[in-house]
């Protein structure tokens, strides 16, 4: 039985994970969709990418 659940666990559920792909480097990964809100710096080469224009399905 797993009818107990952690008090942070709605709120993380609600979150969907959206694909980045840094426009300097290619690189792609996966960000959590309320990062989309904030300045996100691709970890291979540091440029500030934003999600909103970057992003790609
Ligand atoms: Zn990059």
Redesign the pocket.
């Known amino acids: 039985m797993t009818d107990q659940h952690c008090p942070g666990f709605e709120s993380n559920k609600a979150l969907s994970e959206v694909k980045i792909k ?1 426009p ?4 792609e990964w996966e960000v959590f969709s309320d990062e989309l809100e904030k300045e996100i710096k ?1 970890s ?4 500030v ?1 934003d999600p909103k224009t970057c992003s790609c399905k």
């Open positions: 840094c300097a480097c290619g690189k691709c291979a080469c540091g440029v990418v």
